[in-house]
């Protein structure tokens, strides 16, 4: 009959919306799993990154901590001054250095032990150590934060020079020098910053490496 006909109408175009909808949540649903599924991927200047399928990229920060035996500026107001300049410059990279200081060489290997049992890569700065040009300096130092796992401790002897202990145990290659001319610790831990900074910007094909 017409009202059986127009009942078998209604529920068809009833179960056709719902299938629809049903299919357009699940596209829905597929959508939004894909996009918040990240991945963790290596960029380009070695630093950790996590992206997902809409193409968002969160950068995790590089770290660089040097580690050496003294008291901070050794009195001298003008060293601290220096240093700030380079750390003001990398704030707006993804580039944090920080300084550690310790009292002793006792005290500085236990700190040392602390950044290798967590996998992080460890250099000492030596007269002995490896001479580089600023450009390998900057390719070594990317090498080694990946190494570290964004992680890189630099290893700076107080007045008398690293402990033999700590020279003796450390591998040749893991031994950088930055010249054979002699520096005071805390200058030398101004040098280093310096080469880092401009590390930095040699990575990034600057203007400030000529």
Known sequence: ???????LLINLCLCLTISIQCNAFSMNYRRLNRGSTTQWQSSSSSSRTRSNNNGIIITMGLEVKIRMVGRKNGGEKWLESAYSVYETRLKPTNLKVTTQYHKNDADLIKGIET?????????????????CTSEVFSHDMYTWLEEGGSR???????????????????????????????FTHQFARILLMEQVYRASEIRKGSGYHK
Do not use: C, Q, W, Y
């Not at 009959?1 to 009942?7: E, P, R, V, Y």
């Not at 950044?115 to 001479?131: A, E, Q, R, S």
């Not at 202990?165 to 893991?174: I, P």
């Open 1 to 7: 009959s017409f009202n059986a006909m127009k009942k």
């Open 152 to 182: 890189l401790t630099f290893v700076i002897g107080g007045a008398e020079g690293l402990p033999e202990e700590l020279r003796e145990r450390t591998n040749e290659r893991d031994m950088f020098s930055l010249g054979r001319l002699t």
């Open 115 to 131: 950044d290798t049992n967590k996998n992080h890569k460890v250099i000492l700065l030596d007269p002995l150590g490896k001479l």
